[in-house]
């Protein structure tokens, strides 16, 4: 089958997209229901700008099964159906590669895992530039559901709007190629 039978690469964020939830909220509520004591490390992190590490210092202490997570399920249904075509899907992700990777894996759907890692929170324009490294410019799908992912839609030849949060539509117009509710 040609790479035009089977698509665009495709990237998929995780938190709010694939998975209902935000990975670092849940493991920074499972961090203080077990260790409050580290609460003041956790939040000198996040509120001096080195949310990447504080990322990484969350994934290190969560302890989680990722098929208890609840997923999207109409989109992960649709993501089965492109992988069978022979779609090349990645996880593209600002959560931690460490949690990311463990979703991918439960998943099993991803030829590869770009993520954020403990120097480098991929999020916005980073993980635009990462994808058009990857892919170039306009040569990857992209599904995402934030303001946050603007920037890659940007630069993506398909828009996939997944799960939009309030007013996300609007901002995004009519550049949306496919949107799952």
């Known amino acids: 089958m040609s790479q035009a039978e089977q698509g665009l690469p495709l990237a998929v964020d995780m938190d709010g997209t694939l998975i209902l939830t935000d990975m670092s909220w849940v493991s920074f509520r499972s961090l203080m229901l077990r260790r409050p004591w580290m609460l003041p490390r956790m939040l000198m992190l996040e509120f001096s700008g080195r949310r990447a590490e504080w990322k990484r210092e969350l994934a290190n202490r969560l302890v989680f099964d990722p098929a208890s997570l609840s997923y999207h399920v109409e989109f992960l249904d649709w993501l089965t159906g492109e992988h069978a075509k022979g779609r090349l899907i990645v996880l593209a992700t600002a959560s931690d590669r460490l949690i ?3 979703v991918a894996g439960q998943v099993g759907i991803f030829s590869d895992v770009i993520a954020s890692d403990r120097s480098f929170n991929l999020r916005g324009e980073k993980k635009a530039e990462a994808l058009v490294s990857r892919f170039g410019e306009g040569g990857f799908s992209y599904a995402g559901n934030s303001r946050h992912d603007i920037p890659v839609w940007d630069h993506a030849g398909e ?16 550049s949306a190629d496919i949107i799952f509710e």
């Open 159 to 174: 828009v996939i709007v997944v799960n939009p949060e309030r007013g996300l539509l609007d901002r995004v117009g009519d």
């Open 100 to 102: 990311a990777e463990q």
